[in-house]
């Protein structure tokens, strides 16, 4: 870890609530803390953050950052061998038990967006996303590797 990291640190006194959100480069969050304050003025807190955030955005997409974050690392494999697909439900669970919803369209770090319509790659199972920018298509697990992080597109449409 880099001392930059370290700047942005500060102590917690005893007249605050230590609430922590850590969120992965797939986009998956996990709140803790939350049982030292009432949750629905969590609720409320988180809520005035996210409109704060979003008024805060500029108009159009969000640009991707060209410099990886500090904190990056190479995705763990999905192990795409010992994974399930619910059809019915277009959900893949993949084998380290992460589950893929194939029904919304899914967001790349380079701003092109990937659906699924259906087909699986042959060897490995692995559900194939196509680009709706070009005529490309990845198995998901290389389009995760290549053009990642990926993420879930807000709304499902791009």
Request: a negative charge; hydrophobic letters at 40%.
């Amino acid at each position: 870890m880099t001392d930059d990291l370290f700047a942005h640190a500060r102590l917690v006194d005893f007249t605050e609530h230590p609430l922590v959100l850590l969120v992965d480069t797939e986009g998956n969050a996990e709140l803790h803390g939350e049982n030292t304050i009432c949750p629905i003025r969590t609720a409320a807190l988180l809520r005035v953050i996210a409109n704060d955030l979003i008024a805060s955005h500029p108009l159009g997409r969000c640009a991707p950052s060209t410099e990886a974050p500090i904190w990056s690392r190479p995705p763990e494999a999905l192990h795409p061998e010992a994974g399930t697909l619910d059809r019915a439900r277009k959900l893949w669970t993949d084998g380290t038990g992460h589950v893929w919803d194939l029904s919304v369209p899914w967001g790349d770090a380079y701003g092109d967006t990937w659906r699924w319509h259906g087909t699986l790659e042959s060897e490995s199972g692995v559900p194939i996303l196509r680009c709706d920018q070009w005529k490309g298509e990845h198995p998901l697990d290389v389009l995760r590797a290549g053009r990642g992080p990926i993420a879930p597109v807000l709304g499902g449409a791009a």
